[in-house]
Every structure is written in structure tokens, then in C-alpha cells.
């Protein structure tokens, strides 16, 4: 199972860390999946790991909002905020089903 460190890398790899990167790779995981474009500023990614013992662990990343960024983020931290469901939830929940298809049966663990 991934420990909090690998966890937290594997959030700042949503992001673009190229220092989160290296120590992934490092560790033995590998890129598996990514989200495609969306307007709505979604991105999620999955990782994939081969542990010691055989089992294929696989984490998926959600990248957030950043701010000020962009309107999209903006418009999607405002309807939070509101408590209205944004389309960034949709896009998530449609990648973590593409992954779970990919995956075909191997373990995943969300962050």
C-alpha cells in the first residue's frame, strides 16, 4: 500500500513537481493513465506500481483548483463554496471509471 509520502507525491505529480516525479520513479511507479482535456480545468492522473510481493497497486491523483488562476478555476471554487456540484465532480468520476475499466480488477486506492 502506498505510504503518505509516496500519497503526497503522487498529489504534487498532479500538478507538474518534477522533484514528485523523480521520486516516483524511483520508487517504481509509472504513469498508467490520464485524464483528457477538459474546459472545466479537470485533470486526474493514475499511477501504477508493481510491489515486491506481485500485487499491482493503482492511485489516482485529482489535481484541484490553483487559485486565481483561470475563470474556469475560479467559477468551480465559487460553486463549491456554494455547495452546487461543479463539472470538474463529472470529469472525476468518469476517469475513475476509465481507470477501474483499465485496471480490470487490480487494487486502487483514491487520493
Known amino acids: 500500500m502506498a505510504t503518505i509520502l509516496e500519497l503526497a507525491q503522487l498529489s504534487d505529480a498532479a500538478y507538474g513537481d518534477q522533484s514528485a516525479l523523480t521520486y516516483l520513479k524511483q520508487n517504481g511507479w509509472t504513469l498508467f493513465s490520464t485524464s483528457l482535456a477538459n474546459p472545466d480545468g479537470?485533470?486526474?492522473?493514475?499511477?501504477?506500481?508493481?510491489?515486491?510481493?506481485?500485487?499491482?497497486?493503482?492511485?489516482?491523483?485529482?489535481?484541484?483548483?490553483?487559485?486565481?488562476?483561470?475563470?474556469?478555476?475560479?467559477?468551480?471554487?465559487?460553486?463549491?463554496?456554494?455547495?452546487?456540484?461543479?463539472?470538474?465532480?463529472?470529469?472525476?468520476?468518469i476517469f475513475a471509471q476509465s481507470v477501474v475499466d483499465r485496471a480490470n480488477g487490480q487494487a486502487l486506492q483514491a487520493s
Open 42 to 93: 479537470y485533470l486526474g492522473e493514475a499511477y501504477k506500481k508493481t510491489n515486491p510481493n506481485d500485487t499491482v497497486e493503482i492511485v489516482i491523483a485529482n489535481r484541484g483548483t490553483r487559485g486565481f488562476s483561470s475563470l474556469a478555476d475560479l467559477l468551480n471554487d465559487a460553486k463549491l463554496t456554494a455547495g452546487k456540484k461543479n463539472p470538474a465532480q463529472d470529469d472525476a468520476a
